[in-house]
């Protein structure tokens, strides 16, 4: 079935990723170690070096993190209301937002937008898209989420008025591991491709370095059957 491919499609993509994987997680082990080593044979100050390994440990985690949430088992496909997926996901950024006091805007224009969907990936992408929002704008700035319908689909935008993204990095943004933080894994946006494709949609990117970034995330919808009955 199609469940099943897209099952299997992803674990031959968590093969070719396995070894940048491994990889990246072995910066940061090899770099605990040797410090413990050093740590061990007294030859500097364990309270010197904390702050080091803690961030070498939290890098390791959110690698951890953004794997997991790609690798999650079948999808579960349900009729979902998009603007109620919004809604919990604004809530749980706010948190995140307000530490940089960045106003998060939403204010869609209708409710009831109906696709079909797996609703934990799904916020997934928009945890994601928004999290690299509130990252890439400076404090006290603004991040608005908009959704708008078409005939057969539904556009849900992302805009920030950041530090935008230079067009020859465009292409390279979305690829696994790449990114321009230094806390970043470079693998969020990866997934989010993913989950998109799976759910037979499309990611498109504005951006102007200095202006802002604007992802559009566009789904196809599920007409309502109240509709259908009307048309008879
Ligand atoms: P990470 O956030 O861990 O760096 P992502 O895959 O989420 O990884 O993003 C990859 C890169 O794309 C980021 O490091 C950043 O350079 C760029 N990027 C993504 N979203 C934005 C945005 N809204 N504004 C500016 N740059 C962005
Ligand atoms: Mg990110």
Known sequence: TEKMLMQSEKLALLGELSTGIVHEIKNPLTSIKGFLQLMKAGTINIKDYLTILNSEIERIESIAGDILSFAKPQEKLENLDITNIIDDVMLLMEVQASKKDIELQWNPVKRNMILSGDETQ?????????????????????????????????HIQVIDNGEGIPAD????????????????????LMVTNKIVKNHHGKVLIDSEVGKGTTFTIQLP????????VDNI
């Open 122 to 154: 799904l916020k997934q992408v928009f945890i994601n898209l928004i999290k690299n929002a509130i990252e890439a704008t400076s404090n006290g700035g603004k991040v608005k989420v908009a959704v708008e319908e078409e005939v057969s689909s539904i």
């Open 221 to 228: 919808k599920v007409e309502s059957y109240s509709k259908v």
């Open 169 to 188: 990095k465009l292409d390279e943004v979305g690829q696994s591991f790449f990114t321009t933080k230094e806390k970043g894994t470079g693998l969020g």
